[in-house]
């Protein structure tokens, strides 16, 4: 059963930045797709980004040149580096993972499910 600590949340101006991060227990996390997705409120959820085991990685294209996401397999622990952030990148950020797939991405992911609660991430203008 895997156990995470989501953190890095919170409220943000536009333009400005956050790093996400989630730590897991009770998984083969090195071996592991694991990455994010957001949902907002009255909002369809919406696959963000992923990386693979060997660090190749996936992002949406509404992201893509403003977030990085990387992982530290030493620390179980997956991050997500957000820059110029856009009011519209307000949501609940989950991160998740699976073991097996040939589609590391942060579609896949949302259909696999979360892994824990989330954290929130507030953007105004």
């Known amino acids: 059963q895997v156990q995470v600590t989501e953190s890095g949340g919170g409220s943000v101006q536009a333009g400005g930045s956050l790093r996400l991060s989630c730590t897991a227990s009770?998984?083969?996390?090195?071996?592991?797709?694991v990455g994010w997705f957001r949902q907002a409120p009255g909002k369809e959820s919406e696959g963000v980004a992923a990386?693979?085991?060997?660090?190749?990685?996936k992002y949406h294209g509404s992201v893509k040149d403003r977030f990085t996401i990387s992982r530290d397999n030493d620390k179980k622990t997956l991050y997500l580096q957000m820059n110029s952030l856009k009011p519209e990148d307000s949501a609940m950020y989950y991160c998740?993972?699976?073991?097996?797939?040939?589609?590391?991405?942060?579609?896949?992911?949302?259909?696999?499910?979360?892994w824990g609660q989330g954290t929130l991430v507030t953007v105004s203008s």
């Open positions: 998740a993972g699976d073991p097996m797939t040939l589609d590391c991405s942060g579609d896949y992911l949302m259909a696999v499910g979360a």
């Open positions: 990386i693979e085991h060997d660090g190749s990685t």
């Open positions: 009770g998984v083969q996390f090195s071996t592991y797709c």
